[in-house]
C-alpha cells in the first residue's frame, strides 16, 4: 500500500501518541498522588475513605458498586429513610461490581481503578480531539492538548 507523499507529510506534522506517553504518565500521577497521600497519612485507627470532595457521592457509588456484586442491577436507594423503588441508574457502577465480584477485591480499588481508566481515556480522546480541531501542527496540537 502506498502513500500519497501529503498524508506522509501531514502524519509527519500530527503529534504522536509516543510523543505524549510521558506527559499522560505525569498527569495520571498528579490526579493519584493525593489520593495516595491520604492513605497513607491517615492517623492510626482510621480509614481514608477515598474521597477528597463530595463523599456523598462516593458512598452512592460505592452502595451500587456493592449492588452489583450482590447480582443486583436495579440500584436502591440505601440511604433515604423514605420508601425507594429500585430504578435502573448508576449501570456502570453495578456493572463493575459485577467485575468486582468475579476478580476479587475491594469496591474501593475497584472504584478508583475506573476512575483511572476513565482519566486514560480522556487523555487520548483529548489526542484525538487536538489532532482533529488543529490539523497539521504539531505545537498547537500540543497546546490544545
Avoid at 500521577?29 to 477515598?50: I, Q, V
Avoid at 436495579?74 to 420508601?83: M, V
Avoid at 435502573?88 to 477485591?105: I, T
Avoid at 472504584?111 to 480522556?122: E, G, K, N, P, V
Wanted: with cysteine; net charge positive.
Amino acid at each position: 500500500m502506498t502513500q500519497s507523499k501529503f498524508q506522509s507529510v501531514r502524519k509527519a506534522e500530527e503529534l504522536s501518541f509516543k510523543e505524549l506517553v510521558p506527559w499522560m504518565l505525569v498527569a495520571l500521577l498528579m490526579a493519584l498522588a493525593p489520593y495516595l497521600y491520604g492513605w497513607l497519612s491517615a492517623p492510626e485507627g482510621t480509614t481514608f475513605t477515598g474521597a477528597l470532595v463530595n463523599q456523598d457521592d462516593l458512598s452512592t457509588y460505592l452502595s451500587a458498586i456493592r449492588q452489583g456484586e450482590n447480582g443486583r442491577f436495579l440500584f436502591h436507594f440505601t440511604f433515604s429513610p423514605e420508601p425507594w423503588e429500585p430504578r435502573f441508574m448508576l449501570f456502570p457502577y453495578s456493572l463493575l461490581g459485577r467485575v468486582s465480584r468475579l476478580l476479587g477485591g475491594s469496591t474501593l480499588f475497584w472504584f478508583h481503578l475506573a476512575r483511572f481508566a476513565a482519566l486514560s481515556f480522556t487523555l487520548v480522546c483529548a489526542l484525538f480531539w487536538a489532532r482533529i480541531m488543529l490539523p497539521g501542527s504539531r505545537a498547537m496540537q500540543r497546546t490544545g492538548w
